[in-house]
């Protein structure tokens, strides 16, 4: 079967039988289509539980939908069903060559579809705007059955936000209750019955619909959660305060009232079951507000709710990567995937952070790895080779493993992405670590990804297993503490946490094609850091000056009986360099005042819990 034959991009008619009918009639047929979703949740969203029945309303609602546009569903870019439910309309996008959306407030429903149909970027909502997307993402927003439902205010904050959502010469759907179901509803018991609310609510609703008013009554189903008198109700399946009714809306307020946002191009009268209709919208550049605008015009995104951000991190088990997961975390972060070839880090991630999907991968070898980036509003690249005794490890794992990601990030259409390269590709150092680190930032820079590019010098603070983490715990068990030489060679360490710091500020704020040099705020030489160390640690252990051939000549002793050597002779080389590197004012960049140097290493050798933790080393 061609591309072109799979789901719904088969003839319209074609894949409507088959649906309906069709496979109900051959089972072997099953794989052609979308699974259904259990009784229960078919029941919470229809009223139906009949596999057959619930297939019926998805393709007329899908026919309907074709009627309505002036183009073949399958020809949109990108679509949201808003208020998607258990996928009655979603089962039908299967196949679509685009990108295909949803959202509910029901947050089984979306667990129900984020396992069963892979296609749709499917995410949790809540009943008041902003809804989890970001601005101008969408071509076609359909609504079936949720305007039918809301308060006059939940209606016009929904409105403002699907205009958000929905990019200009992009085409709205909405379905409402308008003349021909108030009058099914007048004349039929079985319509009139269903509504489910009382004489008096209903004879209300009939008058402010024939006053051109937008008439609302109240529900007591299961997304109703406040009582008549405005109490909370115990029990229900979401937890916010939420009105949910029965809502019928005449024309003339339509073209009235949804007017400030919208140009209403049709509305097709008892389109779906000849009871709603379908009114048709195309989104008005006026009603864009001048932030917004601003912010188009400087191509950033205005800043979205950590909650609704799935953001996948590689290299995310090493230092930098257990720091910005707590981090992120913290700060509230929906959907986080942690990716890193390191098993016993990997599940230290996921100890830490239990609700951090972690995905253990080799990213110089493709993989499924490859697929967490599907649907992700933002990467940041974590993943580096720092130490080694040859070039091979440096090359795997800084260029050709970047070369797969950055492929997996543009096949993906991932919006944003922090790469995190480092102050060596400014360095005079001419080692492995600052060769390939300057090929891995060209390689991002070449690619044309939207992103930033950050560079931290020297850091330290949680999780070290190098650095200023070995050098404390090398410490604590030796006589005495040898330096190399003087011991004056002028270092800038960046705390982590201040660093982790500036990648969420890129996260929120999207500073596409930037590049930040990140420095620690304090110059300060090795021998006063290893005083420092000393200090925080409390520890009585003596400094001993040692000569520069002399240590190095001890560290090429080491490297030949140690496969992990944590200090190597190109290390001191780049710690003897001379560099001295300038940055950003971290202050007026990022918005936060740097952790001074003493106050840092306190933190991280003085925390109760993470201060106990080291990541094991990956080279």
């Given at each position: ?46 009223g ?5 029945d ?105 409105l403002?936000?699907l ?9 709205l759907?909405?379905t409402?209750?308008?003349?021909r ?59 916010e ?33 000849d ?112 130490t ?63 992103g ?18 070995w050098?404390?715990r ?22 982590n ?29 090795y021998i ?26 001890l ?16 290390q ?47 080279d």
């Amino acid at each position: 079967m061609g591309d072109d034959q799979v789901g719904c991009r088969r003839p319209l008619e074609e894949w409507l039988s088959l649906n309906r009918v069709e496979v109900f009639q051959d089972p072997s047929l099953r794989d052609q289509v979308s699974p259904f979703p259990p009784a229960e949740l078919m029941s919470s969203v229809s009223g139906l539980t009949r596999e057959e029945d619930f297939a019926a309303h998805g393709t007329d609602i899908y026919r309907a939908l074709s009627l309505a546009s002036d183009v073949a569903i399958t020809e949109y870019k990108s679509i949201l069903d808003f208020g998607c439910g258990c996928g009655r309309l979603a089962r039908m996008f299967k196949g679509h060559p685009h990108k295909t959306s949803g959202c509910d407030i029901d947050a089984r429903h979306i667990k129900w579809i984020k396992d069963a149909l892979p296609y749709m970027n499917a995410k949790v909502s809540r009943v008041t705007p902003p809804i989890p997307f970001p601005d101008n993402e969408f071509d076609a927003v359909i609504s079936i059955s949720i305007f039918t439902h809301l308060t006059e205010k939940s209606q016009d904050a929904f409105l403002s936000e699907l205009h958000r959502v929905c990019r200009p010469g992009g085409r709205l759907f909405l379905t409402v209750h308008g003349a021909r179901a108030l009058e099914r509803a007048v004349n039929e018991p079985a319509i009139r019955t269903m509504l489910a609310i009382d004489d008096d609510q209903f004879e209300r609703v009939r008058k402010d619909f024939i006053s051109d008013r937008h008439a609302f009554a109240l529900q007591f189903g299961h997304l109703t959660t406040v009582s008549a008198t405005g109490a909370v109700l115990p029990g229900k399946e979401i937890s916010e305060a939420f009105e949910y009714g029965i809502s019928f809306t005449t024309e003339s307020y339509i073209r009235a009232h949804w007017s400030k946002w919208f140009e209403v191009l049709s509305i097709r009268h008892g389109a779906i079951h000849d009871f709603q209709d379908i009114v048709v919208l195309a989104p008005r550049k006026s009603a864009l507000s001048g932030a917004a605008l601003v912010a188009l015009e400087d191509n950033h995104f205005p800043r979205r709710q950590n909650e609704f951000m799935k953001v996948v991190v590689t290299g995310a088990a090493g230092l930098v990567g257990q720091n910005l997961v707590l981090l992120m975390r913290e700060s509230g972060f929906g959907e986080i995937v942690a990716i890193d070839k390191q098993s016993r880090n990997l599940e230290l991630v996921g100890e830490l952070n239990p609700s951090v999907r972690t995905v253990e991968a080799d990213l110089a070898v493709p993989g499924n790895w490859q697929r967490e980036f599907s649907f992700a509003d933002a990467a940041v690249i974590l993943h580096a080779q720092i130490t080694g005794k040859t070039s091979e490890p440096f090359m795997r794992n800084n260029v050709e493993a970047s070369k797969q990601v950055y492929e997996a990030i543009r096949k993906a259409g991932v919006p944003f992405t922090v790469q995190v390269s480092s102050s060596v590709v400014n360095s005079v150092a001419n080692d492995d670590y600052t060769n390939t680190k300057k090929i891995q930032e060209r390689l991002f820079l070449e690619s044309g990804l939207p992103g930033c590019v950050l560079r931290p010098t020297l850091m330290y603070g949680w999780f070290d297993p190098k650095h200023f983490g070995w050098l404390a715990r090398f410490m604590e068990r030796v006589p005495v503490f040898p330096i190399p030489g003087s011991g004056q060679y002028m270092r800038q360490p960046l705390y982590n946490r201040d660093f982790c710091r500036a990648i969420l500020w890129c996260l929120e704020h999207r500073p596409t094609g930037k590049i930040y040099d990140l420095v620690g705020n304090e110059r300060i030489d090795y021998i006063d850091i290893i005083r420092e160390i000393k200090r925080a640690k409390g520890l009585k252990t003596p400094i001993v000056r040692l000569p520069y051939w002399l240590f190095d000549t001890l560290l090429r002793a080491y490297a030949l009986v140690s496969d992990k050597p944590p200090f190597t002779s190109s290390q001191l080389k780049a710690l003897t360099a001379g560099d001295d590197f300038s940055g950003v004012d971290i202050a007026a960049t990022f918005g936060f005042a740097p952790t001074p140097v003493r106050q840092g290493l306190e933190e991280t050798f003085q925390h109760p819990v993470y201060s106990k933790y080291a990541v094991e080393r990956a080279d």
